[in-house]
């Protein structure tokens, strides 16, 4: 299963334990525990700056004449967890990842938010496995992808919040968890959007992501229903 995903990257790991930390979710690591298997969220923590810095830096390249606002929105597209989610789909990312019982039962391998996240784990391998060239390579090639000349294939509810609010100066958002519920393999977060001290959105989903993306919709459909 990893040599299919290492063609699909085009790229061949040097060292596969690298690889399989990438792949491996938090629910394998906690049912197993006594092999000490670390679970890839520290990669999918540095996956997502380097896959932000290669997006900008490419995006800043290849558009010199678009603004900061259509370039943010273009790299929020291109970034969000649908896309990653669509984009792991075309290596067949889920088949290789190592998940526990119940998540790989409750259909996790299908799941934007797990898929998403590991893509992000396999780019920071590559990082530390060959270096960033090479996971620049992968990321031109697989990410940027056909850019939008002009709207985002996907909204990102949160980038457009930011930009609607931050049409008055003096603006202040942030995103709150205010529960948290179900078994490792079916979470289900609910998160409040926060402007100036005051909850102007609410939001759930299956990741904390998901559910500020739902907030912040919520937001612009109260305060900017226009822009809907």
């Given at each position: 299963?990893?040599?299919?995903?290492?063609?699909?990257?085009?790229?061949?790991?040097?060292?596969?334990?690298?690889?399989?930390?990438?792949?491996?979710?938090?629910?394998?690591?906690?049912?197993?525990?006594?092999?000490?298997?670390?679970?890839?969220?520290?990669?999918?923590?540095?996956g997502d700056s380097i896959l932000g810095f290669?997006?900008?830096?490419?995006?800043?390249?290849?558009?010199?004449?678009?603004?900061?606002?259509?370039?943010?929105?273009?790299?929020?597209?291109?970034?969000?967890?649908?896309?990653?989610?669509?984009?792991?789909?075309?290596?067949?990312?889920?088949d290789a990842l190592l998940l526990g019982h119940?998540?790989?039962?409750?259909?996790g391998r299908k799941r934007d938010s797990i898929?998403?996240?590991?893509?992000?784990?396999?780019?920071?391998?590559?990082?530390?496995?060959?270096?960033?060239?090479?996971?620049?390579?992968?990321?031109?090639?697989?990410?940027?992808?056909?850019?939008?000349?002009?709207?985002?294939?996907?909204?990102?509810?949160?980038?457009?919040?930011?930009?609607?609010?931050?049409?008055?100066?003096?603006?202040?958002?942030?995103?709150?968890?205010?529960?948290?519920?179900?078994?490792?393999?079916?979470?289900?977060?609910?998160?409040?959007?926060?402007?100036?001290?005051?909850?102007?959105?609410?939001?759930?989903?299956?990741?904390?992501?998901?559910?500020?993306?739902?907030?912040?919709?919520?937001?612009?459909?109260?305060?900017?229903?226009?822009?809907?």
């Amino acid at each position: 299963m990893l040599s299919k995903l290492e063609q699909a990257l085009s790229y061949t790991f040097k060292n596969k334990q690298l690889l399989k930390n990438a792949l491996t979710h938090s629910s394998y690591a906690n049912e197993n525990r006594a092999s000490k298997c670390p679970d890839n969220e520290r990669l999918e923590f540095l996956g997502d700056s380097i896959l932000g810095f290669v997006i900008a830096d490419a995006l800043y390249q290849q558009f010199p004449d678009k603004p900061e606002g259509e370039l943010t929105r273009i790299r929020a597209d291109l970034v969000c967890e649908g896309n990653l989610a669509r984009v792991a789909a075309t290596i067949h990312l889920g088949d290789a990842l190592l998940l526990g019982h119940g998540e790989a039962n409750s259909g996790g391998r299908k799941r934007d938010s797990i898929v998403s996240d590991a893509m992000e784990s396999v780019l920071a391998a590559v990082y530390l496995d060959g270096g960033f060239d090479a996971a620049k390579a992968i990321i031109l090639r697989l990410i940027l992808g056909d850019v939008p000349e002009d709207k985002p294939r996907v909204i990102d509810y949160k980038t457009l919040f930011q930009e609607l609010v931050q049409q008055t100066k003096n603006q202040a958002i942030h995103y709150v968890l205010v529960g948290e519920s179900g078994p490792d393999h079916d979470k289900h977060f609910k998160m409040e959007a926060i402007l100036n001290g005051k909850i102007v959105g609410k939001g759930s989903g299956s990741s904390k992501k998901r559910a500020e993306q739902e907030a912040a919709r919520d937001a612009i459909e109260h305060l900017y229903p226009d822009q809907l």
